[in-house]
């Protein structure tokens, strides 16, 4: 005969979920006993719906007690445990019914599926939970928060005998943000964990779960101290361990210590050889501490690695696409794009919604430089034949101001679907940048004053003015922007834009964060249009002072779009003012060796070197120096004595007898 099996749950105020997780039962269990704690909501009618026997528990802050009085009402067999924002698996309808079969079980371990993130990005990190349980009368769960029912099963039952359920899982919606938010989770089990603390402060397993919510709640320096508390003198039988200790290593890095996290990851492998989270995060801390070396060991072992045990409840992508991820930017601080490339690939195939991939793949294409190749590449890696892909496409384009590429993808997505305000204003910023300005000032038309991207289009249909040296439309625009009451930068900004045109100077100005963030990306869009004297002039009604405290991000700005001149004069005078900056130093080392004025490069190399020993690129670039020196300095020798059987032998070419 089949055993019966009741479904337990306490719930408050969970009608957005209840639903979901009552449909998954369906048919699995028996009987549904659902303890409401105080519910204002339609909770209790949800619940009453489904045929679910409904009781009243007074709230008293104790997740336990409520618990048992759901369990004194079951009359199963097998006791189900599911929290209102969870479901039971598809599949696991079945392996619910065969394991309850046996005879010679007490309780189940069943792996449960935490949801983490939000809208833009849900990831999976699985867990191992005790959830499935012989129906007796001595069998009620301890504790206020976090209760647990296993060792008591094992006081009273001293041969009970536990079970993993191997292909039964349980999904939990729970730990996503506006989950958390609306029902203040963290405040709450801290609250009640300190309380139960106090009553119990040896208990081990609590005050494990006491770290892991200071940890949640960004608290990470007292996280570190209670995990470490929890972990001394441990059982290294016990199952939640291997969480522990990384939950140590992940608390001493958000607290800013790396050393100390490292020492805790090399102590967990010492426990657990094959566990690829410290690999994975050793490796991690290990790249931010510029240990280049040890970070692509760990980050090398990680991927190595073979499917983790249920109860390391291993973090997604740490064999993966994260550790691949990482992989590539190490790659890249060698100067390596081919390698860097093979290893964002690598991790784009293995979760292809892992956006932070595919943003590296697009910007070692170079898609503003060369559109075409860059093209070709992406339709070679990637599958655009949804909507959504080509729109995401087109915004990583054109947050990377690719704006020519960006345009294809923006407009093949939005062919396909409904169209938001912010990408009409994407297409249209992309047309100017293509010259095409009368389509993007009738896009740029249809946001009507009240809209929230307003002010943003009449800035932009002042640009495409600004962009032909039409100073009366210019002003016209400018006068709109300026009578809406914009922030004092944005004012400083339009003010430069219509005076940059008009026949006298314009006064010099000073701008805070937002009117330089506003100006760079007017002076990107001016050099990606090749109006190199029209951004070289608006930024020439800057404070010197001010120009100097940016010089750098110019320098590079210029750099990037091939400008040598301009971008050497911008850093030189970051040189003047910060003369230990290394990154400045190798971007002028750059040039030169572009221009190819090898001793002056060579000069900038060795000081980037000095100044900052710990950065490979440093290396790499004065080898290629030395390397390009070696070529350029052959060549003028074999042109001045040609045939020379020695020069020959330099080149690697055979002489003649």
């Known amino acids: 005969m089949a055993k019966r099996i009741s479904l337990c749950m306490i719930v408050k105020n969970e009608a957005q979920n209840l639903q979901r997780c009552l449909t998954s039962v369906a048919g699995a269990v028996d009987e549904t006993i659902v303890v409401d704690t105080g519910s204002t909501d339609d909770t209790c009618k949800i619940a009453h719906a489904f045929g679910a026997t409904v009781h009243t528990f007074p709230w008293n802050d104790n997740f336990g007690e409520a618990r048992n009085a759901s369990l004194e009402l079951a009359t199963g067999d097998w006791i189900l445990i599911l929290d209102a924002d969870e479901a039971l698996a598809d599949d696991s ?59 008591v099963i094992l006081e009273k039952n001293s041969g009970a005998r536990y079970q993993i359920a191997e292909d039964m899982v349980i999904l939990h919606y729970g730990y996503l943000d506006y989950q958390i938010y609306e029902k203040d989770k963290k405040n709450r089990n801290l609250a009640l964990l300190q309380r139960e603390l106090a009553a119990a402060p040896d208990n081990r397993l609590l005050r ?181 892909a080509n729109l995401l496409m087109g915004q990583i384009l054109f947050q990377q101001s690719a704006y ?14 409904e169209t938001t305000p912010e990408m009409r204003l994407w297409q249209a910023i992309c047309l100017m940048q293509h010259r095409r300005f009368l389509e993007a000032l009738r896009i740029l038309d249809t946001f009507a004053p009240g809209h929230h991207l307003h002010p943003l289009a009449i800035l932009n249909k002042m640009l495409c003015f600004w962009f032909q040296g039409s100073p009366r439309k210019v002003r016209v625009f400018a ?97 003047a003012q910060n003369p230990a900056s290394a990154a400045t130093c190798f971007l002028l080392a750059e040039i030169k060796h572009r221009q190819g004025e090898y001793l002056e490069a060579g000069d900038f190399y060795r000081r980037a070197l000095a100044l900052d020993p710990n950065e490979p690129r440093h290396y790499l670039g004065l080898i290629t120096l030395y390397q390009d020196m070696r070529r350029t300095i052959l060549r003028q020798a074999k042109e001045r004595y040609p045939g020379l059987p020695a020069l020959a032998a330099l080149e690697g070419e055979p002489t003649k007898a």
């Open 404 to 417: 020519r590429l960006a345009l294809v993808y923006l407009e093949r997505g939005m062919a396909q679907r």
């Open 93 to 151: 309808k079945e392996v619910l019914r065969r394991i309850t079969a046996a005879d010679d079980v007490e309780g189940y371990f069943v792996k449960i599926i935490n949801y983490l993130g939000n809208n833009k990005w849900i990831e999976p990190c699985p867990d191992l939970v005790f959830r499935l349980f012989r129906n007796r009368p001595d069998y009620r769960f301890r504790g206020a928060v976090h209760e647990q029912i296993v060792d």
């Open 208 to 388: 494990y779960h006491y770290g892991v919510e200071l940890y949640r709640a960004g608290r990470y320096a007292e996280a570190a101290a209670e995990l470490v508390k929890a972990a001394n003198g441990i059982d290294p039988q016990t199952i939640y361990l291997p969480k522990l200790l990384r939950y140590i290593v992940l608390a001493y890095h958000g607290a800013r210590l790396p050393d100390q996290a490292l020492e805790a990851a090399r102590l967990g492998l010492s426990l657990f050889p094959d566990y690829a989270d410290l690999y994975y995060y050793a490796g991690l801390i290990s790249y931010e501490q510029k240990q280049y070396g040890t970070a692509y060991e760990y980050l090398r072992k990680a991927v190595s690695l073979p499917e983790q045990p249920a109860y390391y409840a291993s973090f997604s992508g740490v064999r993966g696409f994260r550790a691949y991820y990482h992989l590539g930017r190490l790659a890249e601080v060698f100067v390596n794009e081919e390698e860097a490339l093979r290893y964002y690939i690598l991790s784009l195939r293995d979760n292809p919604s892992f956006v932070p991939a595919l943003e590296s793949i697009t910007r070692i294409l170079r898609p503003h430089a060369d559109a075409a190749y860059a093209e070709k590449c992406l339709e070679q890696l990637c599958d655009f034949c949804t909507p959504e």
């Open 479 to 575: 006068r709109e922007l300026l009578a809406l009451g914009l922030s004092p930068d944005t004012g400083g900004v339009v003010t430069l834009l219509r005076d940059s045109l008009g026949k006298s100077p314009p006064q010099e100005i000073t701008l805070g964060e937002e009117g330089m963030a506003l100006l760079l990306d007017v002076v990107t869009r001016a050099l990606d249009l090749n109006e190199k004297e029209r951004a070289a002039s608006l930024l020439s009604c800057l404070s010197k002072d001010y120009v100097n405290r940016h010089a750098r991000v110019l320098g590079g700005l210029f750099y990037r779009y091939g400008y040598l001149q301009e971008a050497e004069y911008y850093l030189r005078e970051d040189l």
